[in-house]
């Protein structure tokens, strides 16, 4: 296992750029390309509403002016391994450790005191979580298997030695992707497995055909644009998947109530999608590569580290969530897993991607049922 740093304390928010909007809000972006389909035509007859352009620039201007600070990480620091640290997020009981995607920042999994997986969690569980932070030359230069092999296990290492007791990993998105890596790599260190809209079977993917376009041979979008991605690149990756969406989401914004429960979630959520995480090149590549062209994991030929992530050898319990509205995991993508595992749990919350987590929604149809396949492992 690799030394553990105590992990320094958390830095202060980026001081926002002086041409942003009061509060430093950008989003949605990419703002042009929203811009510019909101105002195309046809607009107003695609989104069954007259005045598409205003009534989005005028949801965008009320979301720049909203007074609700902008989330922060919370939690304290119990170790750093790189760039990653260890955040204990407190509760009681058994331990479980989070794994967020890399790709975007943790705290969507604790957003709000009423909209917090975190909490729901800790009412009956010790919650910690992995924090990846920005990339450094480790994960820059190895790619995941530093991620997995240098990060996650020696934390999952520490929280049994801590607690005395191996956690259940629960791991969002991209990161229970890495979460099952690390299971199956080290099932010393893991009692339970839960996958919260994990893709698997990635021919299923509205993202496959433009990630392996920009990214197809050496000299791919990827690779030409130097040691870290461009945020303005996976932006605009994730805007083609559903930009009607986003367009008729801050048409209707605009309408509400600024201080109403849903408006103090909607400028939550999107403060979150604007805030994104650099992501080293050698990563990006190495996951259009073995997931988006070859599909790797679903046809049994992933390797990490020399060793095959075949979910088939798990020998403990996973729950696998699939929401059925999800248009960046789609359902049958993440219920792909499913007939590989021995001892598995499927739920369908009737949610999308984000919702899932903290959408009005969430409390009934993730966080209870979550929770109650967690306490099997009291």
Not at 82 to 106: E, F, K, M, Q, Y
Not at 330 to 338: M, W
Request: net charge positive; proline share 10%; glycine share 10%.
């Amino acid at each position: 296992m690799r030394q553990a740093n105590p992990a320094p304390a958390a830095a202060a928010p980026a001081t926002p750029d002086a041409t942003a909007p009061p509060g430093g809000r950008t989003g949605p972006h990419p703002l042009p390309f929203y811009l510019a389909l909101a105002g195309a035509d046809g607009a107003a007859a695609m989104w069954r509403g007259a005045h598409t352009l205003e009534r989005f620039v005028a949801g965008v201007r009320a979301y720049w002016r909203h007074p609700l600070p902008r989330p922060r990480q919370r939690g304290t620091p119990v170790a750093a391994f790189g760039s990653a640290r260890l955040l204990d997020l407190g509760g009681s009981g058994r331990p479980v450790l989070l794994v967020p995607s890399l790709i975007n920042r943790a705290y969507i999994l604790d957003l709000l005191p009423e909209r917090s997986l975190v909490r729901a969690l800790a009412r009956d569980a010790r919650v910690l979580m992995v924090d990846w932070g920005p990339p450094d030359a480790a994960t820059s230069g190895a790619g995941l298997v530093e991620c997995v092999a240098g990060r996650l296990e020696p934390a999952a290492e520490l929280v049994t030695r801590q607690f005395g007791r191996r956690p259940i990993l629960v791991g969002y998105c991209m990161g229970g992707l890495l979460a099952l890596a690390a299971a199956v790599r080290r099932p010393d260190l893991v009692d339970g497995l839960a996958l919260l809209a994990t893709p698997w079977d990635f021919r299923r993917s509205a993202l496959r055909a433009p990630l392996v376009r920009l990214a197809t041979g050496r000299q791919g979008a990827f690779v030409a644009a130097g040691p870290e991605l461009p945020r303005v690149l996976l932006d605009l990756l994730f805007a083609t998947v559903a930009p009607e969406a986003v367009i008729a989401k801050y048409a209707t914004f605009g309408e509400l109530d600024p201080g109403s429960p849903r408006a103090r979630t909607f400028v939550a959520i999107e403060d979150w999608l604007s805030d994104g995480v650099r992501v080293p090149a050698v990563i990006g590549e190495e996951c259009v590569d073995q997931w988006y062209r070859r599909n790797l994991p679903a046809t049994g030929r992933w390797r990490l580290g020399g060793v095959p992530i075949r979910p088939d050898r798990l020998r403990i319990p996973v729950l696998v969530a699939a929401p059925r509205h999800d248009r960046i995991v789609p359902r049958e993508s993440a219920l792909a897993l499913a007939p590989a595992l021995r001892d598995v749990q499927v739920l369908e919350p009737e949610s999308g991607h984000v919702g899932m987590i903290v959408g009005a929604g969430a409390p009934t149809s993730l966080w209870a049922p979550l929770s109650a396949w967690l306490r099997r492992f009291a």
